[in-house]
T-cell receptor, first 115, second 113 residues
């Protein structure tokens, strides 16, 4: 089955620094990947759609300059949280499909804590 | 705007006590309704896709059904390992739906031994 790998699983950083999260599709190619954010005991909120070879599409209210997305290859998308602040602390999860009508498969998420 | 509402928010059952979780939705043309299981600190794990009213899917102790307005996830004789948060999501037809999923807030299911 389709496997999505996310790294790191946990990261702690100081306020003002930047953090990069990687999302890889291990056994399939993904022209589109999706980045979600999840607060404790809440559902997944779509942040942006990552498109291979072109600019990401951000959801309303998501700051493009704070959450930089790069989808440089068919198997790798990265999310960089720039100048992180404590309010950016959250659970970030990426996902991808291995076919147009197949379900989304999720990575295991990255717990970001900004101190 | 596509919306998904799940109920109850939390459910505690005894081992072997069957029940159902509800997912009500509004969507501009349903392309698919998805059920996921999420364990604490993990990403969601895919369970089922339902495409049209009347469709049913089963996997072990779980059975998902779909009507034009809602979906149910029935759990029969659950075991403690079925404890998790169950998420429902919908995908509408393009152009508004695009490829993205809209998730409900989930039902936290706890099965006591």
């Amino acid at each position: 089955g389709a496997v999505v790998s996310q790294h790191p699983s946990r990261v702690i950083c100081k306020s003002g620094t930047s953090v990069k999260i990687e999302c890889r599709s291990l056994d399939f190619q993904a022209t589109t990947m999706f980045w979600y954010r999840q607060f404790p005991k809440q559902s997944l909120m779509l942040m942006a759609t990552s498109n291979e070879g072109s600019k990401a599409t951000y959801e309303q209210g998501v700051e493009k300059d704070k959450f930089l997305i790069n989808h440089a290859s068919l198997t790798l998308s990265t999310l960089t949280v720039t100048s992180a602040h404590p309010e950016d602390s959250s659970f970030y999860i990426c996902s991808a499909r291995d076919g147009r009508d197949s379900p989304l498969h999720f990575g295991n998420g990255t717990r970001l804590t900004v101190t | 705007e596509d919306q998904v509402t799940q109920s109850p928010e939390a459910l505690r059952l005894q081992e072997g006590e069957s029940s159902s979780l509800n997912c009500s939705y509004t969507v501009s043309g349903l392309r698919g309704l998805f059920w996921y299981r999420q364990d604490p600190g993990k990403g969601p794990e895919f369970l089922f896709t339902l495409y049209s009213a009347g469709e049913e899917k089963e996997k072990e102790r779980l059975k998902a059904t779909l009507t034009k307005k809602e979906s149910f996830l029935h759990i029969t004789a659950p075991k403690p390992e079925d404890s998790a948060t169950y998420l429902c999501a919908v995908q509408g037809t393009p152009p508004k739906g695009a490829q993205k999923l809209v998730f409900g807030q989930g039902t936290r299911l706890t099965i006591n031994p």
